[in-house]
Every structure is written in C-alpha cells, then in structure tokens.
C-alpha cells in the first residue's frame, strides 16, 4: 500500500468521525429547550469538537420555522412553544426574514402578550 493511500484513508475515517460527532451534537441540541450561550462552547468541547456557533444557530432556526409552518405567530408566541428566549427569536427572525424564509404576514394583538401592533410571522413557501 502506497503512502498517499494510507493518508488519505486517515484523513477519511478523521473526516466522517468529525461528521458522526456534529450529528450527534445537533441532536443534542435538538432534544434541549435552549441552551445559554455561554454554554456552547463547553458543550462542543463535551462532544470533541471545537466551538461550531452555525450548529446551534441552524438548529434554532429550524425550530422557529417549525413552529411558524402551519400558522402565523408572533415572536412571544414563538418564544412560548420553543422554549428559546425572545430576545434570541428576534435575532432569528432577523437572519431569516433577510434570507426569505419567512415574512411578516399581519400586525396585530399578540394572544401572548396581549399588546397592540404586534408582527406576526409566517414561513414562505
């Protein structure tokens, strides 16, 4: 067996290691309400990896989009289903509407909050 085949089958085997751990780490993430920031390096380390923010910021943004498939909702609303802090659905709502992922569909009285004018989202088809 040549050199270059050894290495190359090393590097390989490092490769999907690497991909077995980021899937095991977003089903972590998956399985948890929300995790506070500061906790996500630590937890990456936990698992082998060094700290992966887009893992964490796709996984949120799955759920918010979830959560708005079937019907509009506002961002307290959002917050309430899945557990992440307003705060941060408001950073998601951003990244996503700039994307084209959702769009504001209405203004109107949030049934959480119960104030006036409040955005409600919706996922684009």
Known sequence: MSIESKTTAKAFSKDTNFFSKVDALRKYIESRTA???IE??????????PYLPKIFQE???KKVLQAIEHEPLT??????LTGLPHKYICQV??????????RVSHLDRCPTTGNKNVQFLIATK
């Open 59 to 61: 996984v949120y943004d």
């Open 35 to 37: 995790i506070d920031v």
């Open 75 to 80: 961002a307290a609303t959002i917050s309430k």
């Open 40 to 49: 996500h390096s630590k937890i990456c380390f936990s698992f082998g990896l």
């Open 93 to 102: 709502k951003r990244r996503l509407v700039k994307s084209g992922h959702i």
